[in-house]
């Protein structure tokens, strides 16, 4: 679910930063009565995600715009399908259409891809997962697309899991040390477990010993990930990460690891097509 404060801080930012001091060219041409009808329609198949924070947008620019939803999060669109309507003052509809369309194409594009990558690995029990890296300032809604797609949110943030990369073992003294040093650190819920970032069998090998829960087997090729799973297999959770394509995932789904995480779905989403057909009305 999405945190309400959020979406309206998200939504607050991203207005001020095409508005500032209004819509100039909406009120050079548009005269202050006129009505409109706005229809959000989908130009191409896609996974639909981010409604309520459109209507977020047109409740901030008019709290008397009327939007509902004709789709819900998570349901499929195909071309043609009609995914919302707002209706009312055409001036402020006007102001809040590129940033409900922004955020509309961005979410729908990140769970279209997300649902995509997830029917790649359907039967195995291999998660598809997420990472942090997000938009900056987009990350609540950037995971919730992930999830809405079928996806798993890794870590939040820095602050809700421990996640030993190479560059903090490296300053740490090696794997085994590092981890030493976060299994005495404490942890920062009950059960969590204490991941490391890992490339290669020796590397694998260090972490179990040593006491690692999960793993994170990064940017190995395939023989150097066949050997590090084979060390690890039955003794931590194993999440693939680095180099993780759709033309690859199949295979990697059947190694014998619990998870693939995926950084593209959110540092490289592509919009999907959706347009904002506006009438007078």
Not at 17 to 22: I, K, N, P, T
Not at 23 to 51: H, K, Q, S, Y
Not at 141 to 165: E, F, M, P, S, W
Not at 272 to 280: C, F, K, N, Q, R
Request: net charge negative; proline share 3%; aromatic share 2%.
């Amino acid at each position: 679910m999405l945190d309400p404060d959020t979406v309206r801080r998200v939504v607050r930012l991203a207005l001020e930063e095409d508005l500032g001091a209004g819509d100039v060219t909406t009120d050079a041409v548009i005269d202050a009565t006129t009505n409109a009808a706005g229809t959000f329609v989908a130009r191409e198949i896609m996974t639909v995600c981010g409604l309520d924070v459109a209507g977020e947008v047109f409740r901030q620019t008019d709290a008397g715009l009327a939007f509902e939803a004709r789709r819900a999060d998570g349901q499929q669109a195909r071309p043609g399908d009609v995914l919302a309507v707002v209706r009312g003052r055409a001036r402020p509809i006007l102001a809040g259409e590129r940033t409900a369309l922004n955020f509309l194409q961005r979410l729908s594009g990140i769970a279209t891809e997300t649902a995509r990558l997830v029917g790649l690995v359907q039967g195995t029990g291999v998660q598809i997962a997420d990472t942090r890296k997000t938009a900056p300032g987009l990350r609540a809604l950037d995971k919730y697309a992930v999830a809405t797609g079928g996806g798993t949110n890794h870590r939040c943030g820095l602050y809700d899991a421990i996640l030993i990369k190479d560059n903090h073992w490296r300053l740490a003294g090696g794997v085994a040390e590092a981890v030493r040093r976060a299994r005495a650190a404490g942890r920062p819920a009950p059960g969590a477990p204490v991941t490391i970032e890992v490339t290669n069998a020796s590397e694998t090998r260090a972490a179990i010993e040593a006491g690692a829960e999960a793993l994170l087997l990064d940017n190995m090729d395939d023989v150097t990930l066949r050997e590090a799973i084979a060390v690890a297999r039955g003794h931590a959770f194993l999440e693939v990460s680095g180099r993780v394509t759709a033309d690859r995932i199949p295979a990697l789904a059947a190694l014998g690891v619990q998870r693939l995480s995926v950084g593209a779905l959110t540092h490289s989403v592509r919009a999907v097509d959706i347009a904002l057909e506006l009438e007078a009305a």
